[in-house]
């Protein structure tokens, strides 16, 4: 198994390396115009300096710290909210409509009343996050409460296990599966919600350096700043992979 996964990153490796030379050779041929697609080169040129420089360093820390705020709010209120209504079937039946109605709503439109409620800091972009990043933990979490076996919660129950013992030892292991299926992705909305609200108004954050470089026509740059984003954001989920490992350690291969 090991020795398989270390070729597949070989492979990916080397396709990687592929892309990247494709790319360079279709500018250098003017086959993709280097003014709309950028140039490699420049584009890793441009990621130097950035980091040698330390430049980048004050946007990169807003843009995760505004991230990993959202991705940890929205992910302990979609899972509180879910094993809740998950375990009220009254409540969950009442809501239901209105959660549907919320989640069907392009989360973007708020992010102008949430600037206007919290400002252009840090914390209208948290907002936004969350509400993002809410809902992807929120229905797997429910559809997990939901979906635990039956014949397993009978068997709880026929050996006297009581509520708190039920929701620790059935629902939360059942749970945890589907939340862990959409953190991957809560992830990289995270990264969205903070990246779209520096976009709408902010002085700091990697969102902020692509609008700037997309004002001046800087493509190499924009480029850059979205590569910065897709490395950092490949990186907390490969965190997320691992708490997945430990985490779910019961569960068979």
């Given at each position: ?11 990916r490796l080397l396709m990687f390396v592929a892309s990247m030379l494709i790319w360079h050779v279709l500018t250098q041929t003017k086959i993709l115009p280097p003014f709309f697609f950028g140039e490699p080169l420049k584009v890793a040129a441009q990621m130097w300096t950035w980091f040698s420089s330390g430049s980048i360093y ?196």
């Amino acid at each position: 198994m090991n020795a398989r996964n270390g070729m597949m990153n070989v492979y990916r490796l080397l396709m990687f390396v592929a892309s990247m030379l494709i790319w360079h050779v279709l500018t250098q041929t003017k086959i993709l115009p280097p003014f709309f697609f950028g140039e490699p080169l420049k584009v890793a040129a441009q990621m130097w300096t950035w980091f040698s420089s330390g430049s980048i360093y004050p946007h990169l820390w807003i843009t995760l710290l505004e991230t990993m705020l959202a991705f940890i709010g929205g992910t302990l209120l979609g899972l509180v909210a879910g094993l809740w209504l998950g375990l009220q079937p009254t409540a969950s039946d009442l809501l239901s409509p209105y959660l549907k109605a919320f989640n069907s709503m392009p989360r973007l439109i708020l992010a102008p009343i949430f600037a206007v409620w919290f400002g252009l800091g840090i914390w209208s972009k948290v907002a936004l996050g969350i509400s993002i990043v809410f809902f992807l933990v929120f229905f797997n979490v429910f559809h997990g409460v939901r979906e635990v076996n039956p014949v397993v919660l009978a068997n709880a129950r026929m050996i006297g296990a009581n509520k708190r013992q039920l929701l620790r030892m059935v629902y939360l292991p059942s749970a945890m599966t589907w939340v862990f299926a959409s953190l991957h992705n809560a992830v990289g909305q995270a990264f969205v919600g903070a990246v779209i609200g520096e976009y709408l108004g902010s002085v700091k954050g990697i969102g902020y350096l692509i609008l700037e470089a997309e004002g001046i026509f800087d493509i190499d740059a924009v480029i850059a700043g979205i590569l910065t984003l897709t490395a950092f954001a490949f990186g907390l989920d490969m965190i997320v992979s691992a708490a997945e490992r430990r985490l779910l350690r019961w569960q068979p291969n």
